[in-house]
């Protein structure tokens, strides 16, 4: 039997490397490395990881043409404990004018190590009404295995006005979570590894386990291991239906920091999902609040 074939809700949003690498120069394309490294923390710190800038990975080579996104420096709440935070829409503006995004612009973003940064860059880019932005498919990892051209010289685009028009709902926080448990119009999905789901092993962002109720879709298991791609919309669409995530749903997608759980959301906006919505504390903020309840196997 043939594989099964299913279109992308919005195919423009999913860039190949071939594609990449014969628009590079287009006038009006920004692209971005969005590379970020979550290092282990030193011990009795008190936070779950260290957040390394991927900077030098950028200066020692990215796509030709590329910019660089500070996600946490520049793109994330700084006023909060919580990592990775979504910024208020006037800072968020700000930085994205500065770096040459604006009307009329399409913007590629790709990352090193896991295509989770790029996603977590293009949902926020959503949530602020911006929809020309594309996800580069295998990431860096696929554009060196090809041998494609490299540079190191820094790139800069003439700024632009960004003018962010917040979609409500993209992202929510504990309150609506809460809320949400036992909702049967709701289904909540963990993108975290099954083991951290199943609480069987310490967690580093606090109480082991998952949000009750919840549904585990790991985020790894959307991406092909060997090419950094994305798995076909067909095996991502069967491991969906297998946990109950229905279309009919609101669905809420959440994981350590709001990063991996937008690799799910990607891969269910394109299969048509309406209702999407990401808990942006994740389980950075839900495991240390010991007023919110938590389940385990």
């Not at 969005?34 to 923390?41: D, G, K, M, Y």
């Not at 006023?79 to 910024?87: E, G």
């Not at 950094?228 to 749903?249: H, I, M, N, Q, Y």
Request: hydrophobic content about 40%.
């Amino acid at each position: 039997m043939a594989e099964e074939t299913i279109a992308y809700r919005d195919p423009n949003a999913l860039v190949q490397t071939d594609w990449l690498a014969a628009h590079c120069a287009d006038s009006n394309l920004r692209i971005f490395d969005c590379t970020t490294h979550l290092q282990p923390a030193e011990p009795g710190s008190g936070i779950p990881y260290r957040i390394v800038s991927g900077k030098a990975d950028y200066d020692a080579g990215h796509i030709p043409g590329a910019g660089f996104l500070d996600i946490q420096g520049e793109l994330s709440d700084n006023t909060t404990k919580l990592r990775f935070m979504l910024p208020p829409a006037e800072e968020f503006a700000a930085v994205m004018s500065r770096h040459g995004v604006g009307d009329g612009t399409r913007v590629v973003l790709y990352s090193a190590g896991n295509i989770m940064w790029a996603t977590r860059v293009w949902w926020m880019l959503r949530a602020f009404g911006f929809d020309n932005a594309a996800v580069l498919d295998g990431g860096w990892e696929k554009w060196r295995a090809e041998g494609r051209p490299v540079a190191t010289g820094p790139c800069t685009y003439p700024a632009a006005k960004f003018i962010a028009r917040p979609h409500a709902g993209l992202f929510v926080g504990k309150e609506q979570v809460r809320a949400a448990l036992g909702d049967s119009r709701t289904v909540i999905v963990n993108a975290l590894s099954p083991d951290l789901h199943a609480g069987k092993r310490p967690s580093r962002y606090g109480r082991p386990g998952r949000v009750p109720g919840s549904v585990n879709v790991p985020a790894a298991t959307l991406l092909d291991s060997e090419t950094k791609a994305f798995v076909p919309l067909a095996d991502a669409r069967t491991k969906f239906d297998a946990t109950g995530v229905e279309k009919s749903k609101n669905v809420i997608c959440y994981c350590g920091g709001g990063i991996s759980a937008t690799v799910d959301l990607f891969m269910l906006y394109q299969l048509g999902y309406q209702s999407l919505t990401l808990y942006d504390g994740s389980m950075g903020e839900w495991a240390k609040d010991d007023s919110l309840p938590i389940e385990t196997d």
